[in-house]
């Protein structure tokens, strides 16, 4: 038990230093979940279904699958804790490095020059999403602009909490889009 534990654990750190998250690391989970002899590729084949339908990040959902099916809840633990490590690894060396060089001149100047890139990449989403959530049969449409605004509103000016707002905007959109 303990070495399969083991080996849930390094099979999935591998797998969080070698991919980049979502779909990239489906081919990865599938080598190292069949070629253990865990799972069938049939076996993946469902948990990759049901980690996609399931909130959260998918190789979280196909970790605690795959753990769980190979060691029960201990596997599903240390299954977790292997696809987090990379995680938590990073962050942890970018604390420290961010923590040792605060105060550096160079620094200061390498935020000053990411800050605008940041705001940049945020703008282009917005735009992004505003043509996606605005845009119906390549006309603004009015009513979905309404819906934002009231939004916007509700969040800003009366603070509603934002399950609120979303509910709130699905009922109106079911009124106006049907």
Known sequence: MILTLLKLFWSFVKIGFTSFGGLSMIPLISHEVVSNGWMSLSEVS??????????????????TFAGIHAAGIPGAVAANLGVLTPTFTLTALAAVFFQRFQNSHRMNQVLTGVRPVCVGLLLGVIASFCQTNYVVDSAVSPPAILIGLIDLLLLLKWKLSVPKVILLSAALGLIFFR
């Open 46 to 63: 469902d948990i990759v279904a049901i980690a996609e339908m399931t909130p959260g990040p998918l190789g979280l959902n196909c970790a």
